[in-house]
């Protein structure tokens, strides 16, 4: 499942020109998360893949609930389209490292947010400018886009 995901970001998976200029529609004439959201352009996540893996080499891939998988870090547009993903990390990797990973890297080619813009982030991943998340031990962002 992993190498057909990774095989999309070719064509499919990567930002659109001057995509981080206006907020979606839905969040301007949505009195819920207008004017609070406006400069919010996108939403970044991890998540866990099962991975198939040899009995001799799961152990760094196991991660709590004790099954082996690969930890991804993907960023979704407001229409929950990829815009971003970075694959292929052992599952006992630690969300922000994954991130500090993919800032690092130029050739990610990352999109970082415009100045005076943000990314919504869950608690896994570092507060700093251009990345809001919420406070420790109050993952909120999760209850706003599930109504």
């Known amino acids: 499942m992993l190498h057909i995901f990774a095989r999309m970001g070719i064509d499919t998976i990567k930002p659109t020109e001057g995509q981080f200029e206006e907020a979606p ?3 301007r004439h949505d009195t819920r998360y207008w004017p609070h959201f406006k400069d919010c352009i996108r939403a970044i996540n991890g998540t866990h893949i099962k991975a198939c893996i040899s009995p001799s080499c799961q152990i760094p891939y196991i991660r709590w609930k004790g099954e082996p998988t690969q930890n ?3 960023i ?5 389209c990829f815009i971003f993903a970075f694959l292929g990390w052992k599952g006992t990797s630690h969300d922000s490292r994954i991130f500090l990973q993919a800032l690092r890297k130029q050739v990610l080619k990352f999109p ?3 100045l005076g813009k943000y990314y919504l ?5 570092p507060q700093m400018a251009g990345f809001l998340g919420p406070y420790r031990g109050n993952d909120i962002i999760y ?3 599930i109504e």
């Open 121 to 125: 982030v869950d608690s896994g991943y």
């Open 72 to 74: 991804i870090m993907v």
């Open 76 to 80: 979704c547009d407001f229409n929950m």
């Open 112 to 114: 970082h947010p415009p």
């Open 143 to 145: 209850l706003i886009f």
């Open 25 to 27: 529609n839905h969040i």
